[in-house]
């Protein structure tokens, strides 16, 4: 359970965070585990920001098997999945979001994954 403590408070760390930036590195948070990203779609309307990342590949390169401690190395990869981002204000944790194809609105997403900014992580979670 110690990895979705640390994410819900490293998810709303925002106030000092970078500005995004395109090809900036990311973190995906979900209930434990975390996974590396890129930014590669920003928009900006007033004081709303959203982007898209998109998961990067990530190779374990630790011999410590079912461990807490875990290094990987990261790799962009175009074809990953895709994850969008909407912030209203730049004190404000990221939410994540879907596009609605009925009423053409971006809405909240029901699982509600975070963001880290600044920098790709990766750790799986060996007790689910």
């Not at 900036?24 to 898209?52: L, Q």
Request: proline content about 5%.
């Amino acid at each position: 359970m110690q990895g979705s403590i640390i994410n819900r408070i490293q998810e709303r760390m925002v106030v000092g965070a970078p500005i995004p930036a395109l090809f900036m590195g990311a973190t995906v948070t979900g209930w434990s585990d975390r996974y590396p990203a890129t930014v590669v779609e920003i928009i900006r309307k007033g004081t709303t920001t959203m982007v898209t990342v998109c998961q990067d590949d990530a190779k374990r390169i630790d011999k410590n098997g079912m461990s807490e401690d875990q290094d990987y190395e990261f790799a962009f990869n175009p074809e990953g999945r895709l994850w969008h981002f909407k912030q209203t204000t730049p004190d404000t944790p990221w939410k994540q979001v879907s596009f609605n194809t009925e009423t053409k609105r971006w809405i909240l997403s029901k699982c509600g994954n975070g963001l880290i900014l600044g920098r790709r992580n990766k750790y799986f979670d060996f007790s689910f």
